[in-house]
């Protein structure tokens, strides 16, 4: 009964790099968040998106970042040009149906480091 | 737009001891909150949820909260500390700011318990 597996757990970047992070939410589950954790903050939202459609994307950054869910395959947070103030713990959270009630399941997370 | 404030960062309690890590929210609409418990190096667990009905809710491992729509309060609490209860907490609720279906944290509070 896996829950919502992320990789790779730790992404070491150099500045003007390209970092990929990938989601895949509990099984059976179509609707996935990602959310960016800064250090000594809480967590921010980022998008949200259900099978091939992004539905929120009021918390990502309008330049270098990206997200997808394919129809096949985990959801990708796509990072280009990364600089240092990209360094933080990316989580995402998957939930079975959509609505502001329903429980979000995370994942262990993902932190990067922009050298 | 609405907002989370968690008034303590950090709370060192002797083990055995009850707890209560406070939490403030603000919101022009009606309002869902969770509380979610963070361990080192790991995702986001939830504790416990307040949708509607009773102001007192009750969670895994012994946590309670209560919802006070007066106060735009919902304070967590443990009557009793363990060891294993130190780790990161984080309030939390559901609506605009978040997306539209997003989470909107407050900064989190680190429950330190002491032996």
Known sequence: ?????????????RRGQEARLRCSPVKGHSHVYWYRQLPEEGLKFMVYLQKENIIDESGMPKERFSAEFPKEGPSILRIQQVVRGDSAAYFCASSPRAGRTDTQYFGPGTRLTVL | AQSVTQLDSQVPVFEEAPVELRCNYSSSVS?????????????????????SG??????????????????TSFHLRKPSV???DTAEYFCAVSGPGGGADGLTFGKGTHLIIQP
Do not use: C, D
């Not at chain 2, 418990?37 to 504790?47: D, F, K, T």
């Open chain 2, 54 to 71: 009773s102001t007192l809710v009750k969670g895994i491992n012994g946590f309670e909260a209560e919802f006070n729509k007066s106060q």
């Open chain 1, 1 to 13: 009964n896996a829950g919502v597996m992320q990789n790779p757990r730790h992404l070491v970047r």
């Open chain 2, 31 to 51: 309002v869902y909150l969770f509380w979610y418990v963070q361990y080192p190096n790991q995702g986001l667990q939830l504790l416990l949820k307040y949708l």
């Open chain 2, 82 to 84: 363990h060891i294993s």
